[in-house]
């Protein structure tokens, strides 16, 4: 799966749900309360759901939304499966794993296209084929074992004798040029270019890794128990996107009071980096609008799974996620 990059800024703002909401503005009493939870500290990637907190969009759709960050000791699938969130920020591979388990979570959008996840190298590698050929340590986290390692694994012949422990500092990758590290396309880079050196970085949805990202899941028990609101929170959240690249000061204002250490710099650099790679308007959604999936890349994702033996051949994946909640207009920029 290559997702293309989007290079025009033309399109028009979809029209909300035709006759979903009265047409005189809700008072706060009759807004429906939404707790949302994300699945890091808030940051740009992260922009078009605060952005339709700021500017009023969840409110149009009678939405009363709060939104709760993440961290590296919040399980949000817990959470969610608990009550304590309406919907959260996922990833179809942790999706699936949860529905192999049992669990009632049911994925209704994407914002992102493909995975902002990366390889990260020195200059003087130029493709992924050269890290394999040259037998280049990878520093990985624990959690890229179960998502896009075995794809590399499969795609590339990446081997176990070649990963090192990644502890989120690039700290020795700007020391030997020989490592290679994972890193979040608006996170790691941006961190080394602030330490002088342009690394060469490798987004693995363009070189076919088929995961979504940046998704909203829910539970199967607020699908049957409220459907319109699943479906006003995906159209209001999709717009709070296209919003959000218009102009987003708005979002990044409740962005940086959440999470304070997010610097302008750091939060233009993500913009940046998700308009040039499309992830956000490229691939389906440029035609399909913002937060599109299809039965094809959910084959595709369950496909890459059963190959690298994460997921039992007994799963149904038509459980694990539903197309009907997606904008009845697409949502384009």
Same mark, same amino acid.
């Given at each position: ?13 979809? =029209?909300?749900?035709?006759?979903? =909401? ?113 037998g280049l340590q990878v520093y990985i986290a624990s959690f890229a074992n179960t998502t896009f390692w075995p794809w590399l694994k499969a795609e590339f012949d990446f081997t176990d004798d070649m990963i ?56 199967q028990g607020l699908i049957d128990k409220d459907p319109d609101l699943v479906k006003r929170f995906v159209q209001a959240s999709m717009e709070g996107w296209v919003s959000y690249f218009d102009n987003p ?43 599109v999936m299809t039965d094809a890349r959910w084959k595709e994702i369950h496909d890459f799974m059963l190959k690298a033996d994460l997921v039992s051949e007994d799963l149904d994946i038509s459980t694990v996620?539903? =197309? ?10």
């Amino acid at each position: 799966m290559t997702i293309k990059k989007f290079t025009g800024f033309g399109g028009a703002l979809a =029209l909300a749900l035709a006759g979903l =909401l009265a047409a005189s503005p809700l008072s706060a009493k009759e807004l429906d309360k939404v707790v949302f939870g994300t699945n890091w500290y808030a940051q740009a990637e992260h922009g078009g759901f605060y952005q339709a907190v700021a500017t009023g969009i969840y409110e149009k759709y009678g939405l009363d939304v709060s939104i709760e960050m993440g961290g590296p000791q919040v399980n949000g699938t817990q959470l969610l499966v608990a009550g304590r969130r309406d919907f959260s920020m996922g990833y179809p591979i942790g999706n699936i794993k949860a529905a192999e388990e049992g669990l009632p979570v049911v994925t209704v959008a994407a914002s992102k296209q493909g995975d902002p996840q990366a390889l990260i190298a020195h200059p003087h590698i130029t493709s992924l084929e050269q890290v394999k050929e040259e037998g280049l340590q990878v520093y990985i986290a624990s959690f890229a074992n179960t998502t896009f390692w075995p794809w590399l694994k499969a795609e590339f012949d990446f081997t176990d004798d070649m990963i090192r422990p990644y502890t989120f500092s690039v700290a020795p990758f700007l020391t030997n040029k020989d490592i290679v590290q994972q890193g979040y396309l608006s996170s790691e880079p941006f961190a080394i270019q602030k330490a002088g050196i342009e690394p060469s970085v490798f987004l693995l949805s363009d070189h076919g890794y088929p995961a979504y990202a940046t998704t909203i899941e829910t539970t199967q028990g607020l699908i049957d128990k409220d459907p319109d609101l699943v479906k006003r929170f995906v159209q209001a959240s999709m717009e709070g996107w296209v919003s959000y690249f218009d102009n987003p000061a708005p979002g990044n204002e409740l962005i940086r009071e959440a999470n304070p250490e997010m610097s302008p710099e750091q939060i233009a650099f993500g913009i940046e980096k998700m308009l040039e790679y499309g992830l956000i308007f490229g691939g389906d959604a440029e035609t399909g609008g913002v937060g599109v999936m299809t039965d094809a890349r959910w084959k595709e994702i369950h496909d890459f799974m059963l190959k690298a033996d994460l997921v039992s051949e007994d799963l149904d994946i038509s459980t694990v996620y539903s =197309l009907d909640f997606l904008p009845d207009e697409p949502v384009l920029r």
